[in-house]
């Protein structure tokens, strides 16, 4: 059962995505779901084989035209933890 999921709406941010899951897989309790959703119409940098490296990371990509707050929802709708953050 997962308990919480972490939500992190990206664009073109491989270098920090890089250092983000770093420290959030070491710092975590096991019953986390990360998700990652990449609102960028064109892929620009090294975001998805990032992702690829952490097979328990849930990537997302989809083309998301208006903002932010879109691929955060999509996120959201997609989590199944009791808590998202």
Do not use: W
Not at 30 to 47: A, F, G, L
């Amino acid at each position: 059962m997962i308990n919480v999921s972490v939500i992190i709406p990206t664009y073109n941010r491989g270098k920090l995505l890089c250092s983000t899951l770093k420290n959030l897989l070491m710092n975590l309790p096991p019953n986390t779901e990360i998700i990652i959703t990449n609102q960028s119409r064109e892929v620009h940098d090294e975001t998805m084989e990032i992702v690829k490296k952490h097979t328990d990371v849930i990537y997302y990509y989809k083309i998301f035209i208006r903002c932010l707050p879109h691929a955060r929802n999509y996120g959201i709708s997609k989590a199944t933890g009791n808590i998202i953050t």
